[in-house]
């Protein structure tokens, strides 16, 4: 590094760059003075040495609140990055998952449960034996949980998260029809759109990308979807079923289980949705070791499994359940 360059580090505050970091992901001077134990006017001002710094505003003022701006947005990667090397080069301590205690919070789609969940807790009790798994049901607003820092991490639908919020593609996922062995649709030969909807449905009533884009699927061919069962549980969805009145779509991951393949009868349709799932976190655990640890275990196992469910659709490979195609 050049002289004049360690000139201008030597006048900067850099403790400015660490509220630039916690501003960017809290998008609010109060919340970023509480993380920070400063008071807000102190943190305000710091807001206006980092203008000063910069020679450009990196926030706009949003309803209440603030705005990153892309300028701001476009620091933060290496901010993390520069928080990352100087928590190592201070603290100079390994992180030993055998060594920590502490609790993490995750919620998972209901599809990827029976999958993952034993793989996780096998892991965790032998690498981790102190730390605590809370499973929380899938929130309806996952991205304003993992703002409040009530979940740790979140599996959903994928979509555009807010700024401080990251995500990682985990699946695709394509949806089927699901009905007990006798229910009458199976005895339709290559059913139409108009066939499904004319038979009562049961609904997944918690958040689902999927049932919105059935939803959309029923108002763009002017048809009726009449939903006379629901449940925000899958395992209740799934069991309502075997009752023989409903169909219900659900990921053929379903297909897969060893439980319910002797139970259900499964249509696959060209027209039903593919639905690609991400994992999401707050940017604020980045700093957190743990929270870091965990998550790179579970994409590994979902790296894995979307590995394992590619090789079981490649042409010559045998499926799993009972399927009709339309052409």
């Excluded at 549980?233 to 897969?256: C, Y």
Aim: aromatic content about 6%; hydrophobic content about 40%; proline content about 5%.
């Amino acid at each position: 590094m050049n002289h004049s360059d360690l000139k201008i580090i030597q006048r900067c505050d850099l403790n400015l760059l660490l509220s630039l970091t916690v501003l960017i992901e809290e998008q609010s001077v109060s919340k970023s003075a509480e993380r920070l134990d400063i008071s807000q006017p102190a943190m305000s001002q710091n807001l206006k040495k980092l203008r000063n710094l910069f020679d450009e505003p990196l926030f706009i003022k949003h309803g209440q609140g603030i705005k990153a701006t892309e300028k701001a947005l476009a620091l933060l990667p290496n901010l993390l990055e520069w928080l990352e090397m100087s928590s190592r080069l201070i603290l100079q301590k390994t992180f030993d998952p055998q060594e920590v205690h502490g609790v993490i919070r995750i919620a998972f789609i209901d599809s990827m449960t029976s999958e993952i969940v034993p793989q996780i807790l096998e892991m965790v009790m032998q690498a981790a034996p102190n730390v605590e798994l809370e499973f929380l049901h899938q929130p309806k607003d996952m991205f304003s949980m993992l703002e409040s820092g009530e979940v740790d991490l979140c599996a959903g639908g994928k979509v555009a998260p807010p700024a401080n919020i990251y995500g990682r593609h985990i699946s695709r996922e394509k949806y089927c029809i699901a009905s007990s062995l006798d229910h009458p649709i199976n005895q339709l030969n290559k059913p139409s759109l108009e066939d499904i909807f004319s038979f009562d449905t049961a609904e997944y009533s918690t958040s689902s990308a999927a049932e919105t884009h059935i939803n959309q699927l029923v108002q763009a061919h002017n048809l009726t979807r009449k939903v006379s069962f629901s449940s925000s549980s899958m395992l209740v969805l799934r069991n309502g079923l075997l009752a023989g009145k409903h169909i219900a779509f659900l990921s053929d991951t379903i297909i897969h289980n060893a439980h319910w393949q002797d139970k259900l009868a499964f249509i696959h349709h060209e027209q039903l949705p593919v639905i690609e799932s991400a994992l999401y976190w707050h940017a604020r655990v980045h700093k957190d070791p743990l929270i870091q640890w965990f998550k790179d275990y579970c994409l590994t196992i979902t790296d894995s499994l979307r590995l394992s469910r590619s090789l079981r659709n490649l042409p010559g490979n045998p499926q799993i359940g009972s399927y009709n195609s339309p052409s």
